[in-house]
């Protein structure tokens, strides 16, 4: 049996299609798992600063906290969430 041009063009569209869908369904596949915080405050006390934060879907808050090094720019920020009853 032997494919005349046409069964070959046939079959070679419907496998660039089939490749085509397979990889546009991956692109798609990517989830944005990152969480959305939104501010609540700030405060500052002596030499430190605390930012608070809120992610309403997953009930967090979260907290973040600056400190000054001896030459009085930032030497860390220290963070802490806790889940909201």
Known sequence: MRFSPFRW???AAAVALIAGA???NQ???QINASPSW???GVS???SASTAWFHEPSSRQAL????KQGP???VA???CVAARLP
């Open 44 to 46: 500052t006390s002596g």
């Open 9 to 11: 063009t046939a079959v």
């Open 27 to 29: 692109a798609r596949s």
């Open 38 to 40: 939104v501010p609540i």
């Open 63 to 66: 907290a973040c906290q600056t």
């Open 71 to 73: 030459d009085g720019n």
């Open 76 to 78: 860390s920020i220290h």
């Open 22 to 24: 397979v990889m546009t």
